[in-house]
Every structure is written in C-alpha cells, then in structure tokens.
C-alpha cells in the first residue's frame, strides 16, 4: 500500500495524517514534497500522525530525519505523533527516538507547540 | 515446523525496484511457511528488502545489464538468504556507524546497520566484481526435537 497524506489544522497546527508505507520509491519523495510545500508556506509547526504508517524502511527513517532537519533549518517544528510498534521499534533500533519529539495523543502533542 | 518447508529457491532478476518487491513478497512467503512469528517475520523481511535494495540501488546501480541473483534456502535450523549484485563493491568494515551522535541527523547510511540488528548472522564477501550478502536468521527447533 502506497502512502496516503491528508492536511488539517488544528490550534494553528497543521497535522499530517500519514497512512501506508514510506520506503524507498513508495512515499518518500511524497513526504519530502508535502514537508517542503509546508516549509515554503511558512508554517512553523507541523505534526506528523504516523498512527497508520504501518511499514518504514531505511530510506523512510532518512525522510523523517530529513523532515526534522529540514523544518529545524527553515525555524520549523516538526513533532512525531502515534508511533506504530513496528515504527517505535525501529526509532529505538537506530536510536532516532532521541532525535524527534513523540507523542501517543493528539492533544498533547498539539499544546507542546504553544 | 514442518519439512514441507524445508527447501532452495534461487533466481536472476533484474536490476529495477520491481525485482526488490518481488524478493521481499518471496521472503514474507517462505519465512510464514517457515513458521517466523509476527516480529521475526517482519524483521526477516525488512533485512531482505534492504539487502536488495542496496544490490540494486547502490551495487548495480539500476543498471539494465547488470541482474542480482538470490537464494532462499530453509535448512530446518536456519532461514537462509544470500544476494549477490555484479557492482564495484565495497567495504563492510568501514561504514559509519549511523546510530553514533555525529550521525544520527544524516539522510542516508541506515541499510547496513539495520541489516545487522535484525538478523542472527550477516557475512559479506567480495566477488570481484560485485558483492554477496548472506542473512541468517535461526530457526526456533521444533518441540520435542531440542
């Protein structure tokens, strides 16, 4: 299953629900593109839902990791949201679970911004 | 498990991102008929993709004329997957460690380091040209035959 990416703005949040795989040649380059859409709008916080991100690759973790510096550089944050076990698992694997701001419900996540 | 599943399965395929769905729908298959659970399934497959993907991407670099070559073999005590790519090659030795500090914010350089966390056993050896990739997961012994 392909990645699926649908918007919405909550609290001056906007809140990417990301759905499917992200890997090499399967919604990588759709990550990287919705991030920098973002980035060139000038929104500042941005939530990535991965609740249904049920598949990531190495190419997948470079994009997130991508995504994280990306915003950093452009005075951008980016939060994770809703980590599957598999992708929980392989953030502590590779030791990005230092790197990214994460929480398990939307409502937090979403005031950590202000 | 059973001796059903016991068996060899090797094939050519070319050098395109098609081939490594190909190799990683393999490799779900006969690691379910070889009795894998949910985890060890997930991570068997994951290190055969990422296999693939470096002989693909990296090894041959999309070349057309250049094709990788994989077995899968279960031996009853070991889950067996051996990809060999027809590039330059390269030293397994010698990556940076993508899990260091001064690493870890870098796009790329994960593959390998996954390849060797979620398998038992990983030997590389140099073909010159090209590079072969042997994964290793044990299998658990069947009840009653420890």
Known sequence: MALTIASREVDGVTVLDLSGRITLGEGSVQLRDAIRDLISKGQKRILLNLGEVNYIDSSGLGELVSAYTTSKNQGASLKLLKLTKKVHDLLQLTKLYTVFDIYDDEASAIASFK | ?146
């Open chain 2, 1 to 146: 498990m059973s001796a059903v599943s016991k068996g060899r399965w090797s094939f050519r395929l070319n050098s395109t991102m098609e081939s490594v769905g190909e190799v990683e729908a393999t490799a779900e298959r006969l690691g379910t008929e070889a009795g894998l659970d949910e985890d060890e399934l997930f991570r068997v497959t994951m290190a055969v993709r990422e296999a693939t993907i470096n002989a693909v991407l990296h090894g041959n670099e999309y070349d057309p004329a250049r094709q990788i070559d994989v077995v899968f073999e279960n031996t009853g005590a070991d889950f067996v997957f051996t990809i060999a790519d027809q590039g330059r090659g390269f030293d397994p030795d010698h990556l940076p460690d993508p899990s260091a500090p001064e690493n870890l914010l870098r796009g790329t350089g994960r593959g390998i380091f996954l390849i060797r966390s979620l398998m038992d056993e990983v030997h590389f050896r140099q073909l010159h040209p090209g590079t072969e990739l042997t994964l290793i997961k044990h299998l658990a012994p069947e009840p009653g035959n420890r």
